[in-house]
């Protein structure tokens, strides 16, 4: 079974940073397409960074320049590093994943919120003061 297991989340003030984790099982992370997309106290879904198949980052441009979304493929574990980070920040944060398309295409970030992903995890929160 594929299983993606978010941690790293807390309470931090503004302007300071956090790595977010997601542990991947059950395939191998670097040939899918990794995303990491937010639910915020509002309950809207946002993307916020994606991570295609060649290694090419995508990010919303509410987090550009801040986050960095990264893989260990040594480890099956997708990042994410948060810096500079704002109150708006805060939410729910989700690792997902999907196969890429026969012609090896993942959807662009700012499709990650609508999309519908093959399989995500249960979640961590960042709260931002």
């Known amino acids: 079974d594929v299983q993606l297991v978010e941690s790293g989340g807390g309470s931090v003030p503004a302007g300071g940073s956090l790595r977010l984790s997601c542990a991947v099982s059950g395939y191998t992370s670097s040939t899918y397409c990794m995303a990491w997309f937010r639910r915020t106290p509002s309950l809207e879904r946002e993307g916020v960074a994606l991570l295609d198949v060649s290694g090419h980052d995508d990010y919303a441009d509410s987090v550009k320049g801040r986050f960095i979304i990264s893989i260990d493929s040594a480890n099956n574990t997708l990042y994410l590093q948060m810096n500079t980070l704002k109150p708006e920040d805060t939410a729910m944060y989700y690792c997902?994943?999907?196969?890429?398309?026969?012609?090896?295409?993942?959807?662009?970030?700012?499709?990650?919120?609508?999309?519908?992903?093959?399989?995500w995890g249960q979640g961590t929160q960042v709260t931002v003061s």
């Open positions: 997902a994943a999907d196969h890429p398309t026969p012609a090896g295409l993942c959807p662009g970030v700012e499709r990650v919120a609508s999309y519908e992903f093959d399989s």
